[in-house]
Structure formats: C-alpha cells, structure tokens
C-alpha cells in the first residue's frame, strides 16, 4: 500500500469514493439480478446442486460455533446470575441474546467466511481463467447460469442454517448451565419458555438473517465477478468480499435492530 | 556430475488425496559441462525432476546425486552447502513480489554469501546488463512484462554463478528474438563457466541446437536419453513423434 | 491408475465422515507443528531486520478503521438488545453501563474484534502466502536457504501478537463510546452514569488479556497454514483465503470457550 505523498485527508477521500463506487457497481448487479428472477429466469437444478453443496459444507464449522457460542453466552451470563441467584432467569437471558442477536450475527459470520468467501473464489477463477468468457461465447448468460443460482443460494442457506443454529446454540447453552452452575435441562427449558421470550424475538433474528444472506450473496458475487489479476487477484478478491460481508452485516445488524421490533 | 538411478518421486494428489508417482524409475548421467535438454508434453514431471535436484521435493526411492552428494538423504546443512552450487530458474518466475529487481537479483547471493555492497551492486548490474535489462534496478515485479520477468529471473538464478544450472522454461511467453538471444546467452555463459545446465522448454527449435544431450519425460518415465541426433532417428516412435513435433503417433 | 469403483450414498456419507476425522487430526498435527517451529524461528530465524514491524504496521493500517467502525456498530446494538432485554424485567437503566463495560472487557472486545481481525488480517496473510506458494516463491526462498517458516510466519506471528492487543483495545473503546452515546440517546442513560467501571476488576482484565493473546497467537498460525498449504493456481488460493477465514474464526470461538470456562472454574 502506498503511502507516498497522498495526505491523510485525500487517503478519507479516496476511500469514500472507492466504497461508494463499490456500493454502485453492487445495486447495478443487484438489479440485474432481480431483473433474471422475475420472472425466474434462472437454472433451478443449478440453485438446488449450490443448495445442497453449500449446506454440507457449512454444517460442521455451523454446529461448532453454534454449541461453543451457546455455552459461551451461559459461562459470561453466570457470574450475574449467581450474583442474584436468579438461575431461573438463565434460560430467559441465554435465549434472548441467542436468538435475537448472537445465533443470527454468528452464524453469518460463519457462513460468510466458508460459503461467502468460496463462492468469491469460485466465481473469481473462473473470471481469470476467462470461463466466463467462455460462457458469453457460448450464448449462455453468466448471470443466469453462475451468479443467481448461487445468490439465492446462499440467502437459503443462511436463513435455514440459522434456524438449525438456533437450537444448537440453545442446546449448548443448556449443557454449559448444566454443567457449570447446575441448573437442570428442565429449569433452562422453563426459562426459556416462561412467556419472557416472545415469538416477535424469533421472528427478529430470522428476519435479519435474511437480510445478512442477502448482503454476504451480493458482496460474495460481485466481489467474485470483479476479479481481475491471476492468482493474486483471486486472493483479493476473497478478502474484499468477506470484509464487506462482515461490515456490511454489522452496519445493517444496527438498523434492523431498532427497525424490526 | 548429476546422477539419477531409478529415481521414484511420489506426491500427493490432493484432488484424490491419496499420493501418486510422479517420476518412476528415472536413470540418467549428465556429465559437467553439458547442457542437457528436458522435454516432453505438459505434466510428465519435467518441473518436479528439476525440484527435486534441488531438494525441494523428497525422494522416495531410487537415487538422486549431484557431485557425490546424495539429494534425498542430505542433511539440512549439506542441503544449504549443496544450494550455493545451485541455480534454479522457475516456470512461475517466483520474483518476490514485495522486493525490487535488484534485490531480487541479490537474493541468492546475499542469503548463501556474505558479499559486500558494493560487489553485489557491481553484479546485479552485470547481470542486468547480460539479460538487457540496465537501468531496471529499481523497478518492482508486477510492474514488468511477462519476458522482462522472465529475464530477471534468469538472471537471478545465475547471479551466484552456480556450477549447476536449472532453468525451467527461461523462455515461455518471449517473443522469438529475445527467446533466441536468451537461448544464445545460455549457451555462452554455460560454456564459458563450464557449468552443468538443465534446460526445460517447450520451444524445440531453439532447444535442440544449443543441447548436448537430450532427454523425453513422457507420463513419469525417461523414454529418451542420448544425443540430439539420436533422438531425432529414435526408432520409439512416441520420442521420434516428439522430437519431430508431429501430430499423428501414439502421443 | 485404476479408478475406484462408485460409492453407494452411504458408503459415501462414511467415507467423509472419516476424511473429516483424519482431516482434523492431521489439521491438529500440521498447525501445532508450525507454531512450535514459529516459535524455535522467533529465536533462532535469521530473517531481515525490520520485517515484523513492516507487518505490524501492515496489520495496524489494514484493520484499525474496519474494527472500529465494526466495533462501533457492536457497540450500539448490544447496549440497545441488553437495554431492552433489561426493560421487560425492571426499567432500571443504571447499571446498564457497569455490566456493559464488564462484558466489553471479558468477552466482547476481543471475540468480536478477533473474529473480524480473522477476516480482515487472517484473510490477506493467507492470500498473500498462498499466491507466492503457487508462485514458487516460497520454492525459491527455501532454495536460498530461507526458511519459509522463518521468513514469512515469524514477523506475522509476532507482530499479530502485539497489534491484536492493539487494535482490540483501540476498538473496544469506540465501542464503549458508541455504546454510551446509545444508552444516552434511546434510554436516556447520562454518560457519568454510564461510565461506570466498578464491576470491571482484575479477573476481568485478565481474562480479555488472556483472550487476546491466545487469539493475537492463533490467527497468523492457522492463516500462514492454509497459505502454506495452497496448490493449484488460482483456485487453490481461494481455497487457501476461504480455509484461513473459517479455521482462525473456529480457533477463536473454540479458544474463547476454553479461556472463558477456565477463568470461570478458577473464579476470576
């Protein structure tokens, strides 16, 4: 990275000008996107193929991070609860940040480093290996072919996987209260469903794990196409795309959880 | 002196996870001096011979020997005494992206010697101007063309003036007149310093006219290994279809 | 080269299940090995002067203003959800910031900012080693006698180890201020309210220390080894780039469970 003469101001400049370029270039792939799926002019064996692989390979790292991260919640949660004695509460406390936040955010994380993060190196081989180009000679709509299968691809993939992370993560969270501060499956379980957690929670962390597939998908799919530079170039490409998935999903996490109640 | 008998190398196929033979049962003898050409259509194991002389890869069977030293089984200081008397040019030109022309070019020689400044700046210049690159000391890789990286790491491989010469393809993507003039400069300097050079390339015409002797990698396995003139009488018709780039034959 | 016969679905199924196990035991073997040699290389390398500073200042310049502004963002919403959790039990708002700035310290500051350090810092190691592995640049280095190990892991282990602290404690204050001008917005929280850091004692501080370390160690480590690992051109750095987002944030989420269990069994 050069440092050079460029001021430090000019440094702001030039990075808001890129983002803003890339945002751009992102909304004008959006709209061709959309433009391919109504009507669904795509390949629906190709979305069920992306459908299944990406679901394999995401499930392991899925249920690490969801069981650690439940048991993590309970282990940072259980000095308070002593604190107060209030271990009925744990289940309420585990399951409100599990659901509305940690079980959405951390599993996007995940996926957007395995599925995301492929999917870009994927779609970036084939650019600079000029099989895209290859396609177009073809007469077949890249677009079409390579880029909406995989785009709805990983918004299905990551809503299901959240809902499957989820109850993991609860689970995790059940066995550490179980094992560290001795409070039983069935008193966690009464915690949770104590009438404190409401469906409106649920519904919160699902809708904004949506709305994270649909930013890891358009960044891992244009940061893919944009690909230019051999093998090196690949490399960038990928750690652009997962940077802004994951800024990109903060940024969005903040709006959605003062939009959605 | 390089001496390979019944050499076997085996690597891991990583696509099928299982290891595969890459080179079987390699014998040759490329006396001091000579420039011996390796060739053979793409994935026979050309590359891997080369990296493996200079004990990058491991030996799984069989014997690999340079001036009495055996590769395979040379300990971690023999291997680096053994490196000082090589120089390698990769196919991939492996220029350190972050490094300079010129420091790339002293690489070698700053890592395995302990030269001063000023004869490493006396070198590099000379070597610079050997490969008609004067003036590009400063310059960093991934600015340059394909044929100006390939000159670089040509004479980054030659900087120590290494008794033992392995260039893989030093020639790919150039264009005829600087090829021929990257060939001929091979030849001149080889002969000069009396160094043992192995040459893999693609571009026969101008292979085969500075080559002493000649061997055909096919699929793992030496088909061919004698002089330029026996291999374009060979009675395999796999090495006469080869050597003669023909389009019809077994390959 | 004979080619094994089909597998039946659930010949299959088994065969990967296997694969994974070997798979990660072999992973476990290959990543403890190259921490060991990183560390006998801190040592013993012989590596240029100056190379782990042109990487902690490479580390510090990429990721300062991406945690911080990720960091930012965390911060917001979780004094938010905690708030409006807090607000169905008791509307009592005050010790919002106390327990906020307790779980900042212990957990938060360095998870979170770990795993986007994983993404952002973890992800550039591993595409840079990977293409000179495809390069034969690391070829050529060993050829000249330099250790990849030395030459490349050492100056990232060593300076990820400093600048993650750095930048975690960077970012966990933008996060403590983002979250106090949250508390203060939408619940009303008055900031010398909120400041309050009588809940964060030593154990605390210990434990995101611990935390930051172990994962300032982890990251360039599982990195460097996909790096390392790459083969196959182009695509084989993409695989390289996407196996070093997923095993650092897994190292970091399977370390913070160990750190926070640990310090939670000896009481800190």
Not at chain 1, 49 to 66: D, K
């Amino acid at each position: 990275m050069a440092l050079s003469n460029a001021s430090f101001v000019h440094r702001i400049g030039a990075g808001v000008v890129d983002l803003a370029s890339t945002v751009g270039q992102m909304m004008t792939l959006l709209g061709r996107i959309l433009q391919r799926s109504t009507p669904a002019r795509f390949d629906r064996r190709e979305l069920l193929r992306h459908l299944e692989f990406m679901a394999i390979e995401s499930l392991p790292i899925v249920v690490v991070t969801a069981l650690f991260s439940g048991a993590i919640v309970v282990i940072q949660a259980a000095p308070v609860v002593q604190r107060f004695g209030a271990e009925g509460l744990l289940g309420w406390g585990a399951g409100f940040g599990v659901l509305r936040e940690i079980g959405p955010l951390l599993t996007a994380l995940m996926i957007s480093g395995r599925v995301g993060a492929n999917n870009t190196a994927d779609l970036g081989t084939m650019v600079v290996t000029e099989q895209v180009d290859g396609l177009r000679a073809l007469a077949i709509d890249p677009l079409e072919y390579l880029v909406v299968p995989r785009f709805y691809g990983i918004i299905m993939t990551l809503s299901l996987m959240t809902v499957f992370s989820d109850l993991l993560a609860l689970f995790g969270a059940a066995l550490a209260g179980q094992a560290l501060i001795g409070l039983s499956m069935h008193g966690f379980y009464n915690g949770i469903t104590g009438g404190l957690i409401e469906f409106k929670d649920v519904a919160h962390g699902l809708i904004k794990s949506a709305a994270f597939g649909f930013i890891v998908a358009l960044s891992s799919c244009h940061f893919g196409l944009a690909t230019s530079g051999g093998a090196p170039g690949v490399g960038r490409s990928v750690k652009a795309s997962v940077v802004m998935s994951a800024g990109g999903i903060f940024a969005l996490d903040y709006f959605l959880s003062f939009v959605v109640p | 002196m390089i001496r390979l008998d019944s050499l076997g190398v085996r690597l891991v196929d990583r696509r099928r996870g299982d290891r595969r033979w890459v080179l079987r049962d390699i014998t040759i003898a490329v006396p001091r001096g000579c420039i011996y050409g390796l060739i053979g259509p793409g994935a026979a194991g050309k590359s891997v011979l080369l990296k493996t002389l200079a004990g990058l890869l491991p030996v799984e069977e069989g014997l690999a020997e340079i001036d009495g030293v055996n590769v395979g089984e040379a300990a971690a200081l023999e291997l680096e005494v053994l490196r000082r008397r090589i120089g390698m040019a990769f196919q991939n030109n492996a220029l350190f992206d972050h490094l300079t022309v010129s420091e790339n070019i002293a690489f070698p020689l700053r890592r395995l010697f302990t030269p001063t400044d000023d004869e490493v700046r006396e070198k590099v210049a000379e070597r610079l101007a050997s490969v008609t690159l004067p003036g590009y000391e400063e310059r960093l890789p991934p600015g340059l063309s394909g044929g100006q990286k390939k000159r670089v790491a040509f004479a980054r491989a030659t900087i120590t003036q290494p008794p033992l010469l392995l260039l893989d393809e030093p020639a790919a993507g150039l264009d005829p007149v600087t090829s021929q003039r990257l060939f001929d400069l091979v030849k001149r300097e080889v002969k000069a310093s009396g160094a043992t050079c192995i040459l893999v390339s693609s571009d026969l015409d101008r292979l085969l006219p500075i080559c002493d002797s000649v061997g055909v990698l096919v699929h793992g396995s030496m088909l061919f290994d004698g002089t330029v003139e026996d291999a374009k009488r060979s009675s395999d018709e796999r090495v006469y279809q080869f050597v003669h780039g023909l389009p019809d034959g077994p390959l | 080269m004979e080619t094994p016969p089909p597998l039946t679905t659930h010949e299959s199924m088994l065969v990967k299940l296997g694969r994974l196990v070997i798979d990660g035991t072999e992973g476990a073997r290959a990543l403890t090995s190259l921490f060991l040699r990183t560390l006998w290389f801190t040592f013993k390398g012989s590596r240029p002067k100056g190379s782990t500073a042109h990487q902690a200042f490479e580390i510090g310049n990429n990721s300062a203003s991406f945690l911080a502004l990720t960091m930012g963002f965390i911060g917001m919403i979780l004094v938010y959800q905690s708030a409006v959790q807090l607000g169905r039990l008791v509307p009592d708002y005050s010790m919002v910031g106390a327990n906020y700035g307790e779980l900042l310290v212990r957990e938060l500051g360095p998870t979170i900012g770990a795993l986007m350090l994983a993404t952002r810092v973890g992800a550039g190691m591993a595409a840079e080693i990977a293409s000179m592995v495809v390069t034969e640049q690391v070829d050529a280095l060993r050829l000249c006698a330099a250790d990849p190990v030395d030459f490349l892991v050492v100056p990232r282990f060593l300076a990820s180890l400093v600048m993650t602290l750095v930048v975690v404690v960077l970012s966990s204050a933008v996060a403590y201020a983002t979250g106090a001008i949250t508390a203060f917005i939408a619940f009303d929280v008055r900031f010398d309210v909120f400041a309050n850091l009588s809940l964060v004692d030593f154990g605390d501080v210990a434990t995101g220390l611990t935390k930051s370390i172990a994962y300032g160690a982890a990251i360039p480590i599982c990195s460097c080894h996909c790096g390392l690992e790459a083969h196959g051109g182009s695509a084989g750095v993409g695989r390289a780039t996407t196996a070093a987002v997923v095993l650092s944030s897994l190292a970091i989420i399977v370390l913070n469970f160990f750190i926070s269990a640990g310090s939670f069994l000896v009481g800190l």
